[in-house]
């Protein structure tokens, strides 16, 4: 089948209106399933979600649907060879696990009975991250009429994990098991949104994190600060004294190395960045804040997303109680975590703080320093021929539509696919600020939704050629 540009687009409209009610009606059923993975009285329900997806996948003509089990809760794997021998493959991610969610949490209808409301289709998952996997399986089968094909111009697999929304605490491992068979040339990421709604954007890139709690011991058991004070070393003051110092006067991170290969802005993104409609009072309100504060130098959506950061999550140490209490106090606690950007390497910024504190603790206190699991940082350069493809894709959906980009601030198990996997991540969500993602009422526009579906059907197409 061969179409011109503006036929295609009718075309794939077209099909989707004939078939939105089904679509429609099948995720609404999937919406139904409470798959919460945060809540072991639902690990059954997380698991009827993963097979209800495997047998929907197969119904949408993927010839292999598996679910596969981890230590925790299970995925779904599905895989859809192309008829091209030549194709490159691509690899979507999702994850078929949601937030917990009740009436009295101020829901106006049940969380887990889908209901339209002003185009707006409301249930727990909807944005996040249900209504983003399933827009997958009617986008296929719109490219096969666009194309007149038999299977997708790409190798298509996806991986849909059952545990993102608890902390993706087998991801990785389910990863390294199945790596040959999640091979992939290119990842996409079903998992983020847009800008708003009306300034349809592609996500480039993932903050990586690294955590770690810092306690620290003085003497062996709360002393009398008249009688010891100013004799012995006070573990809160060397708390205290940790966290003055953990940045400059230009709020720059002072642990030395920690800026080493920082993939700095080029000149082109910090134009795109400042292009994007941002209205800092807005934003301060949702922070629930009431001023900027971050590195000199750089604007506040450049600090949440393209620079690394320290931030002291907790402090604590001796008396909390009503009323004085004059001691030095045994021990005292830090915990602290480390956004970072492209070009930095978790394992070497661990090591950095490690040195950095041990420098800085006096003698007389003992120290333990613990880290976390640490998420690698993701960035896909604006150059790379398959985001350029994403970004046509997304165009034609919105009517040409001049397509932005944003990073996203926060961090997720999609660097664990390119770290293992070693293939560019790419982004594509239809999800908007409005929904209200973890909250009471969530909700995905439904107009949105189904330009996810439009822009899958022309993507495959797309990233055949660009990946090539």
Not at 44 to 63: H, I, M, N, Q
Not at 185 to 210: F, H, K, Q, Y
Request: charged share 25%; hydrophobic share 40%.
């Amino acid at each position: 089948m061969s179409d011109t540009p503006d036929s295609a687009v009718q075309t794939v409209r077209k099909y989707i209106e004939q078939h939105r009610a089904a679509f429609l009606d099948d995720l609404a059923e999937w919406l139904r399933i409470p798959s919460v993975s945060a809540q072991p009285e639902h690990a059954p329900d997380v698991r009827r979600s993963a097979e209800w997806l495997a047998a929907r996948l197969k119904g949408t003509g993927f010839p292999v649907a598996e679910v596969w089990e981890t230590d925790g809760a299970p995925a779904v794997f599905a895989e859809w060879p192309s008829d091209d021998l030549g194709a490159p493959t691509v690899l979507v991610y999702g994850h078929h696990d949601v937030q917990p969610a009740a009436r009295e949490d101020g829901w106006h209808t049940d969380p887990f009975e889908p209901v339209v409301r002003d185009g707006r289709l409301h249930a727990r998952g909807a944005a996040d991250d249900k209504g983003q996997v399933f827009f997958h399986t009617l986008g296929v089968r719109a490219h096969l009429e666009l194309t007149g094909r038999t299977a997708p111009a790409v190798n298509l697999k996806l991986l849909v994990e059952g545990e993102e929304e608890s902390g993706s605490a087998h991801f990785r491992a389910l990863v390294e098991h199945h790596r040959d068979r999640l091979a992939a040339d290119a990842v996409i990421v079903s998992d983020t949104g847009m800008w708003n709604e009306t300034t349809p954007t592609v996500c480039t890139g993932m903050r990586g994190l690294a955590d770690c709690e810092i306690e620290l011991y003085g003497p062996d058991q709360d002393v009398h600060s008249g009688s010891f004070g100013g004799a012995v070393p006070n573990p809160a003051t060397v708390a205290a004294r940790l966290v003055a110092a953990l940045h400059d006067e230009n709020e720059r991170v002072t642990v030395p190395g920690f800026y080493d290969g920082v993939a700095e802005l080029s000149a082109t993104e910090r134009e795109l960045i400042a292009e994007l409609p941002f209205d800092e009072a807005a934003w301060l309100a949702t922070a629930r804040s009431h001023g900027t504060l971050g590195e000199a130098g750089y604007s506040t959506l450049e600090r949440v997303w393209a620079r690394p950061t320290a931030e002291v999550n907790g402090i604590g140490g001796g008396y909390q109680g009503a009323g004085g209490k004059t001691i030095i106090p045994s021990s005292a606690q830090l915990k602290l975590s480390f956004r970072l950007v492209a070009g930095q390497d978790p394992d070497r910024i661990e090591q950095a703080v490690r040195d950095w504190v041990a420098a800085r603790v006096p003698s007389g206190i003992r120290h333990r320093i613990t880290f976390g699991a640490a998420t690698r940082p993701c960035l896909t350069p604006l150059d790379h021929p398959a985001l350029r493809a994403v970004a046509r894709s997304m165009s034609r959906a919105f009517d040409g539509a001049k397509i932005r980009y944003t990073r996203e601030g926060g961090s997720g198990p999609a660097a664990d696919l390119q770290d293992v996997l070693a293939a560019p991540v790419l982004f594509l969500g239809i999800s908007v600020p409005s929904d209200g993602w973890h909250a009471p009422n969530e909700k995905v526009e439904l107009d949105l939704l189904l330009k996810g579906v439009e822009t899958t059907a022309h993507l495959w197409g797309e990233l055949s050629t660009a990946l090539r």
